[in-house]
Nanobody, 122 residues
Framework: QVQLVETGGGLVQAGGSLRLTCAASELILGLNVVGWYRQAPGRQRELVGEIDSGGSTKYSDSVKGRFTISRDNAKNTVYLQMNSLKPDDAAVYYC????????????????WGRGTQVTVSS
């Protein structure tokens, strides 16, 4: 099955840290640009940051300096390290890849995971 699976969400106190993981299933051989997005209740989904295949990163102003995205291409896994968490960071966090290299010479596009919930208590 072709999947991106986010894990690592949970409940944390304000000021704490969490590390989210976005893991690609076995049928996915490679990921191109991977973005982390979040969506809080009643709000639009927003881009938190992204990392390209070479490891270059971009972040939204709201998380710059607190969140770090990294990737392990050998494991087809992308991480989101979140430090100094605030109540406003509470949301469902999703990973997204613009292009996936699949087995059998196929390609997938615009692929989302199902999300992981992050709750930050004040």
């Amino acid at each position: 099955q072709v999947q991106l699976v986010e894990t690592g969400g949970g409940l944390v106190q304000a000021g704490g840290s969490l590390r989210l993981t976005c893991a690609a299933s076995e049928l996915i051989l490679g990921l191109n640009v991977v973005g982390w997005y979040r969506q809080a209740p009643g709000r639009q989904r927003e881009l938190v940051g992204e990392i390209d295949s070479g490891g270059s990163t971009k972040y939204s102003d709201s998380v710059k300096g607190r969140f770090t995205i990294s990737r392990d291409n050998a494991k087809n896994t992308v991480y989101l390290q979140m430090n100094s968490l605030k109540p406003d960071d509470a949301a469902v966090y999703y990973c997204h890849s613009d292009r996936l290299e699949l087995t059998g010479g196929r390609w997938g596009y615009d692929f989302w995971g199902r999300g992981t919930q992050v709750t930050v208590s004040s």
